[in-house]
Structure formats: C-alpha cells, structure tokens
C-alpha cells in the first residue's frame, strides 16, 4: 500500500515562495509517474504539474508555468514542488498523487495529467498566498 504524506504549505505573501514535499512509502518508485493537483475553494480539483520517476519528464499547467519547478529525490522517495513569486490565485489545497506503472517497459512515452490516472492520494496540506 503506497501512502503520500505532503508537507511545506503555509501561509506566505504574494511574491514569496513556498516548496512542498511529498514523502512516499511503500514502494520504491522506478516505472510510476508522481504529481500535484490543487483545489480552491469551491472549485473542482485540478491539475498543477507532474514529473515521470524515470527520465524526468515533466509537464505544468499554463499557469505555473515559469514560477514553478517540480522534482524528485529518488533516494529519498519524495517529490518537490517548488513554488515561486506566488500569487493569491494560487491559494489551495495541494495534493500529491501517485501514478503506478505509468511508464512501460521503463519508458515513458507522456505525462500524467488527468486526475483519472493517478491511484494514489496524500491527505493535501494548505497553502494559502495573501496580497
């Protein structure tokens, strides 16, 4: 059983920079696609960015793009988000979620974007940017 703990959110100004982690356990990642999602109040659950446990692939949606950076310490288990010059638009709960043999035969052809892909969930942590 793959458990997700996320960590690192808080409240910040906008402009300011936060970095959430992901610590996994119970499988030691190799062929499996690992991502965030987002959800603001009152709005559904979307797709923020998502990076492939082999290669490094990654993908980001329009509106992180440039502030954003998403990475993973294989030796750790864990994945980063890394957010920058954040702004109150990005203010929500972020979930980490896991992919499992996303990849085939060790190669991966795309990156996990819908929330349908992905089989596992952390429990979220909050972030929330002020202006």
């Known amino acids: 059983q793959v458990q997700l703990v996320e960590s690192g959110g808080g409240l910040v100004q906008a402009g300011g920079s936060l970095r959430l982690s992901c610590a996994a356990s119970?499988?030691?990642?190799?062929?499996?696609?690992m991502g965030w999602f987002r959800q603001a109040p009152g709005k559904e659950r979307e797709f923020v960015a998502a990076?492939?446990?082999?290669?490094?692939?990654?993908y980001f949606v329009d509106s992180v793009k440039g502030r954003f950076t998403i990475s993973r310490d294989n030796a750790k288990n864990t994945l980063y988000l890394q957010m920058n010059s954040l702004k109150p638009e990005d203010t929500a709960v972020y979930y980490c979620?896991?992919?499992?043999?996303?990849?085939?035969?060790?190669?991966?052809?795309?990156?996990?974007?819908?929330?349908?892909?992905?089989?596992?969930w952390g429990q979220g942590t909050q972030v929330t940017v002020s202006s």
């Open positions: 119970g499988r030691t990642f190799s062929s499996d696609a």
């Open positions: 990076i492939t446990w082999i290669g490094g692939n990654t």
């Open positions: 979620a896991a992919a499992i043999d996303y990849c085939s035969d060790y190669v991966c052809y795309d990156v996990p974007r819908g929330s349908y892909e992905y089989d596992y």
